[in-house]
């Protein structure tokens, strides 16, 4: 035990009690606040408040279960979460919220995990005096502030690094050189779309290794993942018609992600799914400068142009053909490139620096909650 802290159930600090479970979407009015708790299952307003703001509420079910909200607005909870209406004189409600975000609360079942109002009521926690719950709140709060600070500042540090590559990346391909020209992107290259007929690999067939059965989700910006890749036997292979790609090849997703993309590279084998296509570039056009074109707000604008269907948009490999490729001679090409790669390089670097900082800020809190709740703050 810490101190003078006791082992309590969240029974004797607090109202454990289900959200209202007779709401339904259709009851909202818009003239109420936001639901306090939309992120846990349901959006909307509603015209009554049943809850006081600060009172800590808990997802109890689905993708979000576990998760902690603090509204500071008076709030009406929803289905499916869990209020927690402190006792007074026994915790606070930050301290109880700052508290919960720090532990693995207790769930339930694996495909659609859920947390029981009864294992919530008899979940045992340590707490201390008001007094000092109180200060150890104001601790973090301060702590937390600078921290959201120091993040919001990385991560626009990190969009600002994106911002840089891709303003130099559009500003190439706008202020063309006398001798760039406009080529429809079907005089570029080929193209050939996975094999759609009956000998399409089922995911019956697919197998831990073998030949890759590269999808949209193997696509990154380095090139194909292949750490998840998906495998087909090699007589499945051989049976299909097209969609087999080559060194060099680019992927270009057609519908779901579209616009993805990504080079093979060195990879010499392997079949597409049929969300994809095969860009197969042409002795006029080299391989990293058609992936610097996918990359540009140019072919986005081509995206949006040629683009079919609302709910799902998708192209064609046809109205890919037409796209408008600014593009100067192959000597020039390689000038072209160098500059993108040594700028990508450095923005990459940047990228990465940052994305570290963000990740060691979010450590930086994880630890202070530790701190705060085993006596140590």
Request: proline share 5%.
């Given at each position: ?37 939309s992120a846990a299952g349901c959006d909307g307003r509603i015209a009554h408040r049943e809850h006081q703001r600060f009172t800590p509420v ?320």
């Amino acid at each position: 035990m810490k101190g003078d802290w006791k082992s309590v159930t969240l029974k004797d600090l607090c109202v454990v009690d289900w959200g209202n479970t007779s709401l339904t979407k259709s009851s909202y009015a818009e003239d109420g606040p936001y639901l306090a708790v939309s992120a846990a299952g349901c959006d909307g307003r509603i015209a009554h408040r049943e809850h006081q703001r600060f009172t800590p509420v808990l997802s109890a079910i689905g993708a979000q279960c576990g998760r902690m909200f603090f509204p500071d607005e008076d709030f009406t909870a929803i289905k499916n979460t869990i209020t927690l209406t402190p006792k007074e004189g026994e915790v606070t409600g930050r301290f109880l919220f700052y508290l919960l975000t720090s532990v693995q609360l207790p769930r339930r079942g694996a495909g659609q995990p859920f947390i029981s109002k009864g294992d919530i009521q008899a979940f045992s926690v340590d707490v201390p005096a008001v007094s000092e719950q109180q200060r150890i709140v104001g601790v973090l709060d301060e702590a937390f502030e600078g921290i959201a600070t120091a993040k919001a500042n990385a991560e626009q540090n990190l969009r600002n690094s994106r911002a840089i590559f891709e303003s130099h990346l559009h500003s190439i391909f706008l202020e063309r050189g006398p001798s760039w020209e406009e080529k429809l992107l079907g005089n570029l290259c080929s193209f050939e779309n996975g094999d759609r007929g009956t000998n399409y690999p089922s995911k019956s067939v697919r197998t831990a290794t073998g030949i890759p059965f590269i999808n949209a989700g193997h696509l990154t910006d380095d090139g194909i993942d292949l750490e998840s890749m998906d495998y087909i036997p090699r007589e499945r292979f051989e049976l299909l018609s097209n969609g087999k790609i080559r060194k060099g090849d680019i992927l270009f997703c057609l519908r779901g992600s579209l616009g993805k993309f990504a080079s093979v590279g060195e990879l010499s084998e392997g079949a597409i799914a049929s969300s994809l296509v095969i860009i197969r570039p042409g002795d006029s056009v080299q391989n990293e400068f058609l992936v610097s074109y996918l990359r540009s707000p140019i072919c986005d604008a081509m995206i949006s142009q040629f683009k079919n269907g609302a709910a799902q948009p998708n192209l064609s490999a046809g109205s890919l053909r037409n796209f408008l490729v600014p593009i100067p001679p192959i000597e020039e090409q390689a000038v072209v490139v160098a500059l993108l790669v040594e700028l990508r390089a450095e923005t990459t670097l940047l990228e990465a620096l940052y994305r570290q900082k963000v990740e060691a800020l979010d450590a930086l809190k994880k630890s202070l909650l530790h701190q705060a709740f085993s006596g140590q703050l």
